[in-house]
């Protein structure tokens, strides 16, 4: 997968891909980032790559000409998908990042100031994305998310294949809990099914777990999953437990 990030602060992407798990995947060439700014494709002599907005108000627009130019430098595929960093766009959840994460490659253009010459959205025809529903001074750190949470998708970058499939939010609900050594600790216990060597019941133990927990803390997607496919088995672990 390649990652191609239009941005006024490259360094931002650069540095925020230099660690972990992102890092590892680019040395093992699972993935590829390349960071572009616009300030080196502007004509004006000053690499201003903003202007004021007609009609008047407040704050400065990013202009065509640098973003466009700097856009048409990105060599493209056959699967490549431009997406626009924007607190207008369509939020962005799991099964976005699982559809992007099918993709070769991956253009992410990122705003700053008061937002794009709407032009800039029509040439490109990038879909507009918004990591939640408040705003912040620019595109580059929901970029990272973005990043982030697809790369860790791509089969061969998590260690175990399975982790990503038993995420939250991989099928609607949010994880079960875990726990590690010491058995005990400050007179908290670890569930003692976990110490059972039943995987059928562990396995059954935390499916019950991410469905009370999904419905406490986030009842919206308990209520979307209830009314979805429910299969035998979940539907079997819900009757149980009267939670359905």
């Given amino acids: 997968m390649k990652f ?38 502007t004509l004006d002599k000053h690499r201003k790559t903003d202007d004021t907005p007609y009609g008047g108000g407040a704050g400065m627009l990013l202009s065509c000409q640098p973003y466009i130019d700097a856009y048409n430098s990105i060599s493209k595929n056959s699967n490549t998908k431009t997406i626009i960093m924007s607190p207008k766009g369509k939020k962005y959840d799991q099964n976005m990042a699982l559809k992007l994460s099918e993709l070769n490659q991956l253009i992410i253009i990122c705003g700053h100031y008061e937002g794009f010459d709407e032009r800039i959205i029509e040439i490109t025809q990038g879909e507009e994305i918004s990591i939640g529903d408040f705003v912040m001074t620019g595109g580059e750190y929901p970029a990272l998310c973005i990043i982030d949470s697809i790369t860790r998708l791509i089969k061969g970058v998590l260690g175990d294949d399975e982790s990503a499939e038993y995420d939250s ?15 005990e600790y400050m007179g908290l216990s670890v569930p003692e099914i976990l110490l059972s060597g039943n995987h059928e019941k562990i396995k059954e133990w935390r499916r019950l777990q991410q469905f009370i927990i999904t419905k406490e803390k986030r009842p919206d997607l308990f209520e979307k999953f209830l009314n979805g496919k429910i299969d035998e088995y979940d539907k079997k672990i819900l009757k149980k437990n009267n939670l359905i």
């Fill in 169 to 183: 939010h991989s099928d609607g609900l949010l994880e079960y809990p875990h726990y590690t050594k010491p058995r």
């Fill in 4 to 41: 191609d990030v239009l941005s006024l602060f490259p360094e931002v992407i650069e540095s925020g891909c230099n660690f972990s798990i992102i890092k590892r995947a680019a040395s093992q060439g699972i993935i590829s980032i390349n960071a572009i700014n616009p300030r080196d494709y």
